[in-house]
């Protein structure tokens, strides 16, 4: 943590920052190994580019800092909402804040504790930090990408095991509700990643399905997208599968989006840019004829978040290096009729890119998977 603290200091002097806040979120557990959820209350940590850290927090929370070998100026408050002000404006003349530019996280910092720092700090400017922060978590320590593959270790478990369930009539939702136990049966952590797709038929060319009461019928694409997480650490895998006799072209699609999502997997290594592996992929969806029904970006990144830095889409010129971890999942939609996506979590290598999942890939029966297992 010391480290990880150290390196954000240096980001923030490198920049023309006085200091950062965070909410409760990934950034804030990475630095502190604290673990808050954003709610009614507010929850702020202030880190200033000389490396003073003040914390304003819930007098219920503050039993959180014992014992973390973490040094923090803490700023508690109670119940009454009228003295919360007060924590905040003490916090910051505890640290000698009051003027220069307060990076924040702009995905994360909500109305409610934007309104008590620009009240606390009514000569500073509160912008976009970001940049800064995803270039703190974007690298990933050993452990870190440990951690990762056993998160994909207990999602293959997990989805091996939902599979033996799949049968004529189940509908989306119970699929997806016993995804959920399994998950938690294999040993993911119970804050899941997000939300398990689960589409079937039609359904399935909708990238960002949610589960509905549509039954499963022969003849259906099933395409799942799930993850698990593990010590914080998410994985975010999706595959498709087949029920029945499916019709020709989208057995298609599922060799081509097969294809590409191994050409993604080629592509990356360190010192290239991010939108080459995006390029890669989706130069082979093109050549099949299919370049419009590929209607997202190839990849993310994954870590502490299911989507965070870097971004693998074209235009994106950030280069790869040692220790990033994304994701590779290609797919064709054709509405109306089905889609079919196949996502991989990697790591970038020495050499090139390595595979966190291995569960096999190819558009196959739902049974196919249950007696393979896995396929690096």
């Not at 000389?50 to 109670?78: C, D, M, N, T």
């Not at 060799?255 to 050409?263: D, H």
Request: net charge negative; aromatic share 6%; glycine share 10%.
């Amino acid at each position: 943590m010391h480290k990880r603290m150290e390196k954000l200091i240096a980001l923030i002097n490198e920049s023309e920052l006085e200091a950062v806040a965070l909410n409760p979120g990934p950034c804030l557990s990475y630095l502190t190994g604290l673990h808050f959820h954003l709610m009614e209350r507010p929850t702020v940590l202030l880190i200033t580019q000389r490396g003073e850290a003040a914390i304003v927090l819930p007098e219920l929370e503050k039993g959180k800092l014992q014992g973390g070998g973490a040094h923090y100026q803490a700023y508690a408050y109670g119940d009454d909402p009228a003295t919360w002000q007060n924590a905040f404006e003490r916090a910051v003349a505890g640290i000698g804040l009051s003027r220069g530019s307060l990076g924040v996280e702009p995905t994360r910092l909500r109305f409610l504790e934007y309104s008590y720092l620009q009240n606390a700090l009514p000569g500073c400017k509160i912008v976009d930090a970001g940049g800064l922060l995803a270039d703190l978590r974007i690298t990933k320590e050993r452990d870190e990408i440990e951690k990762m593959k056993q998160a994909a270790r207990i999602a293959q478990e997990a989805i091996l095991a939902t599979l033996k369930s799949v049968r004529e009539g189940i509908t989306e939702k119970a699929l997806a509700n016993t995804l959920i136990v399994q998950l938690l049966q294999a040993g993911s952590e119970p804050e899941l990643p997000f939300s398990p797709i689960v589409a079937f038929g039609e359904n399935s060319a909708n990238p960002h399905a949610v589960p509905t009461d549509r039954a499963l019928q022969a003849g259906d694409l099933i395409l799942i997208d799930w993850g698990a997480a593990y010590e914080g650490y998410f994985s975010d895998i999706t595959r498709t599968f087949t029920y029945g006799e499916v019709d020709q072209e989208l057995l298609h699609i599922g060799e081509v989006v097969l294809e590409a999502n191994q050409a993604g997997r080629s592509a990356g290594k360190p010192g290239v840019g991010a939108g080459a592996v995006d390029r890669a992929a989706r130069a082979v969806i093109a050549r099949a004829g299919y370049g419009s029904a590929f209607i997202h970006r190839t990849g993310h990144g994954l870590g502490m978040e299911a989507h965070e830095a870097p971004y693998i889409y074209d235009e994106n010129d950030r280069i790869l290096t040692e220790g990033m971890t994304f994701t590779i999942e290609p797919g064709i939609y054709l509405p109306g009729r089905g889609g079919v996506r196949i996502e991989d979590d990697v790591v970038v290598g020495e050499d090139g890119l390595e595979s966190l999942t291995d569960l096999l890939r190819a558009l196959l029966p739902v049974e196919s998977y249950i007696s393979s297992e896995v396929d690096a």
